[in-house]
């Protein structure tokens, strides 16, 4: 899809690999996306297993991403890893499964890998900085570049750590590689963490922050959500586009703004039959316009 200064930013969704690697690149076509975010492995397991990557299938890939002009093409970490986790078992697991998948955005010529900051349980937020930082700098040992890995912020009622813009920062400041490590915006996460994006000004507020402690080019992606949950609800639902609490304002600012063209928005607005990321993507195209 042909992109021009005019029509910035670029935008996409989160598209299945089922049946191969190279589907979610026809999805994504099918779907409009002008950029495209996958998981490489089934979300809630630790092997990749169907959909161990061969030859034939990163050839496929590779073909297709050129073709549609898929140069940002971000992998989302699954659900299982905790790089905070107290757990040796599980927190040296976690930091195989992110290098695993590093190795995998390298094939696919993937510029960026996507997690969030996971759980130190009972431990303390300094506990946690040190340990997804030692994670981070583990990687760096052998080879990140030239991907990036970017944190994304998350929400949840009883946990407070990975919540905050300074817990994103104070991990790109501390590890040794910053230069390889950015951030990934969920719009719904943090509107239910107690940022109120949902007004433009706010939403300035929040970039401003980040501009200051390390930099805005720092954030490479947007998950564009609305949310179910209320502001500052702690309650972790994404919505279509226009559908939740968040509301359009915040979405036609991230479309029309200067500050954000160069930012790749993902949508990861629900899978029902209310709407498809066709239509969210149709919605925030005429945000883009007017």
């Known amino acids: ?34 950029c495209l975010q996958i998981f490489t492995r089934p979300p809630r397991r630790w092997d990749a297993g169907k959909t161990t990557l061969n030859d034939k299938q990163v050839g496929y890939f590779l073909n297709k991403s050129k073709k549609a002009n898929y140069f940002d093409t971000a992998i989302h970490m699954p659900y299982l890893p905790n790089l ?22 390298h094939l ?6 996507i997690t969030h ?19 981070i700098n583990k990687i760096s040992e052998t080879q990140i570049s030239p991907t990036m890995i970017l944190l994304e912020n998350s929400t949840a009622k009883k946990r407070e750590w990975g919540k905050k813009i300074e817990d994103l920062v104070e991990v790109i400041n501390t590890v040794d590689s910053p230069q390889l490590v950015g951030i990934c915006l969920d719009t719904a996460h943090a509107y239910a963490s107690g940022y109120e994006i949902s007004i433009p000004e706010t939403l300035h507020e929040v970039f401003d922050q980040i501009d200051s402690l390390v930099g805005t080019d720092k954030v490479r992606i947007i998950h564009v959500n609305d949310s179910k949950g209320q502001h500052n609800s702690g ?19 991230l479309m029309q703004h200067p500050r954000f063209k160069k930012i790749s928005m993902i949508l990861e607005t629900p899978k029902d039959n209310q709407t498809n990321d066709k239509d969210n993507l149709t919605l925030l195209r005429s945000l883009r316009k007017n």
């Open 1 to 34: 899809m042909s992109m021009d200064n005019n029509t910035l930013p670029r935008i996409g969704a989160h598209k299945s690999i089922a049946n191969g690697i190279d589907k979610a690149i026809d999805r994504g076509l099918q779907s409009t996306c002008e």
């Open 84 to 105: 905070s986790s107290p757990e040796e078992n599980l927190y040296y697991r976690s930091i195989k499964v992110l290098q695993e998948e590093i190795n995998t955005s």
């Open 108 to 113: 696919l010529k993937c510029p960026y890998v």
């Open 117 to 135: 900051l996971g759980s130190p349980k009972l431990e303390t937020r300094k506990f946690a900085v040190k340990r997804v930082v030692n994670a």
């Open 235 to 253: 309650i972790d639902h994404h919505e279509h586009i226009g559908r939740g609490n968040i509301g359009l304002e915040c979405f036609r600012e």
